[in-house]
C-alpha cells in the first residue's frame, strides 16, 4: 500500500553533514510510523531513529543521538534524517522504513514496508 523511494546519499567528509529524504506513496502515509535504518557490509541492520504518526515524538539510537534529527512533512509525504558531525563509522547503506504500529519501535521486523536504501559515505 506503501512505496517508500530514499534519496541524498553520497560521499562526504568527516564532520561534515547530509539530509536524506524518503519519499512515500499512496494516500495512507499519515498513519504510518515511520523509522530509519542502516547497514554496513557483513554487519546487521542497526535501529537510526524513528518518528511517530504526527511528528510529535522521535527517537534515536545510541551512537547516534545528539548528532541526527528525524523529521516528517505529511503534507509531502516525506521523512527526512538530518546528520550531522558525521563520523566514517557512520558509513552504511540507509533504509527507510514504515510500521503499520500505533507506537514507534526499534525491531526492524515490526516495520511493513521497506525503501531500496541510498548510500552514505563519510571519509577521514
Known amino acids: 500500500q506503501v512505496q517508500l523511494v530514499e534519496s541524498g546519499g553520497g560521499l562526504v567528509q568527516a564532520g561534515g553533514s547530509l539530509r536524506l529524504s524518503c519519499a512515500a506513496s499512496?494516500?495512507?502515509?499519515?498513519?504510518?510510523?515511520m523509522g530509519w535504518f542502516r547497514q554496513a557490509p557483513e554487519k546487521e541492520r542497526e535501529f537510526v531513529g524513528a518518528?511517530?504518526?504526527?511528528?510529535?515524538?522521535?527517537y534515536y539510537g545510541d551512537s547516534v543521538k545528539g548528532r541526527f534529527t528525524i523529521s516528517r512533512d505529511n503534507a509531502k509525504n516525506t521523512v527526512y534524517l538530518q546528520m550531522n558531525s558525521l563520523k566514517p563509522e557512520d558509513t552504511a547503506l540507509y533504509y527507510c522504513?514504515?510500521?503499520?504500529?500505533?507506537?514507534?519501535?526499534?525491531?526492524?521486523?515490526?516495520?511493513?514496508?521497506w525503501g531500496q536504501g541510498t548510500q552514505v559515505t563519510v571519509s577521514s
Open positions: 499512496g494516500r495512507t502515509f499519515s498513519t504510518y510510523t
Open positions: 518518528i511517530s504518526r504526527s511528528g510529535g515524538s522521535t
Open positions: 522504513a514504515a510500521s503499520g504500529r500505533l507506537v514507534p519501535t526499534i525491531a526492524p521486523r515490526t516495520y511493513d514496508y
